[in-house]
């Protein structure tokens, strides 16, 4: 028996908001088709349950109406996509940026994670005074001018605008009715200048070619890279992304090569491509810049893909907390559409590949690539048990290649000058160039691209140092799920096996620099509480470890002459716990980060 969510009907703005995004009704006492004899014709059953997949925009079209998500809205969707309210109540309560309680149409949410926090944002405590509406957010993704804020109205056309810098006096502005502030360039974000650093291939369009313009990108040498891919064919293409040694950018360094072939070589039909553009690592916001300054990079980058493993349809899943991203991007996909170079013959070449793009509602877990299948297909974004893995039943049950933004725009440098030559950068071990997150206590944070094998402190010294009046305490590599060093660490060379030497990560490629100003043991407490919120609850390890670990913190925080070493013992048996049977890396690495202080520098100790 389904359950039902009472009676409620959902409002007229809310019906035009699904109705936008499914068409519409095709049955019912709304509307729909009749025949002959003027009866309603019913569709339903199948027909309407492979369009689960329309679930998230559906809710996103409501929440962006209205400004939450009511039962009587609920209800019309379950209508509408042959889904139980019940169902429905549970993927909509899944995501922070949705609320199923009646909330203001203005919203600010404000991010209280750890660079905001160490650059004097607001904090959890601080909100309690702001006007309703005013909202506690993780990382927001705009750590180079941070402290941050995201601005949503709800209406037809909503507003979402990024606030940074979000001081309180333009946080408290901004809740009390005032309007956001245009956006700064996304160049701005990028110190590096490709007219001073030649060498630079990621980041060489940003600041000097029109986002916006696919020819601007074509006159800078877009879509040399996919006319080399059909001359060489598919499987040279994975061929040379093999011997460039090209492995994930997202943190677990998968070989690219390896996970192309594998799906190419499945008898399964179709393939699908998805692109990993939920970057909600604390500290992260390289994927950002990408999509923001260089959309037509990653649709070329997404098209090369899908050529060499075979696959008909890309999604880019794209983090719900990326407006300009989101319009950049949109706009880019369109137009690369209009000019014939996504759709049925690309380039003229016979190959057919479309993009969707994906918007997530907010939930750190959907960066696993798992979790993103669920929320793509409208469920809750909860990371399936492996195997089966992603290369034979992935999205949608079919073979399935994930990458994020920063492995895939390293396609195009492979093509362009071959596997080998890409290889020639970096070291043996890491090869090529990477994108670091630079924030915190340095005089230009931002986006830097360097070829593997830099050093932490030379790395700092490129984003202009420690900021001036500043002393360090300690860096966070790898973001919340990373781990710390300390300032005599930063000889540290960046590479996979350099860090995996020094006890680390480069995970995402967070570099979060700390001066002594900033409350160590208040990172410390933020990184639990993020990964407590942040955890689907799934698994068991995961879900009551992730507690366990704030709550030890806590009291180790609070000192009280309770028992510290008997704490301190604890805490790492739920770390080693959490590590060894956590279903994904989320339960698996939340301990990292906090055990690396306390192990290396000697918080609590």
Known sequence: MDLKIGTALASAAERAAVDAVLGPPAAGARGGERDARGQHLARGGRQLRVQRHQLLPTLHAVNDR??????????????????APADIYGVATFYALFSTVERPARQVHVCVDLVCRAEGGLTEHDLQDLPAGTLASP???VCERAPAALFIEAGDPPVHELLAPATPVEVRRVAGGGRPAPEAA?????????????SL??????GSV????????????????????????????????????LVGRGGAAFPTGRKWDAVANQPAQPHHLVCNADESEPGT?????LMEGDPFALIESMTIAAFATGCAHGWVYLRGEYPLAMRTLTAAVDGARLRGLLGPDVLG???????????????????????????????????????????EVGLFGLPTVVNNVETLVNVLPIIRSGGAAYAAAGTEGSSGRKLFCVSGAV???????VEFGVTLGELIELAGGIRAGSELQAVLLGGAAGGFVGPGELDVPLTLEGARAHGTTLGSGVVLVLDTTVDLVDQLRRIAAFFRDESCGQCVPCRVGTVRQEEVLARLAAGNGGDRDGDLALFADVAQVMRDASICGLGQTAPSAIQSAIDKLGVFR
């Open 66 to 83: 209205v400004g939450w998500i009511s039962r009587g809205a609920i209800n019309y969707v379950a209508e509408r996509l042959d889904v």
């Open 139 to 141: 990382c927001l993704g």
């Open 186 to 198: 996304v160049a701005a974000a990028v110190p590096q200048v490709a007219a001073d650093d030649p």
């Open 201 to 206: 291939e990621l980041l060489a369009r940003i």
């Open 210 to 245: 029109d986002p916006t313009s696919l020819d601007d990108y074509r006159a800078a040498g877009g879509y040399e890279a996919l006319r080399r891919a059909f001359e060489i064919g598919a499987a040279e293409v994975i061929r040379e992304v093999t011997d460039a040694g």
């Open 285 to 289: 916001f390289k994927d950002r810049v």
């Open 349 to 391: 070449s016979g190959f057919s590949f479309d993009i969707t793009i994906v918007q997530g509602a907010g939930a750190y877990i959907c960066g696993e690539e798992t979790a993103i299948f669920n929320s793509i297909e409208g469920f809750r974004g909860e990371p399936r048990n492996k195997p089966p893995f992603p290369f």
């Open 443 to 449: 005089t230009a944070p931002g986006v830097y691209e």
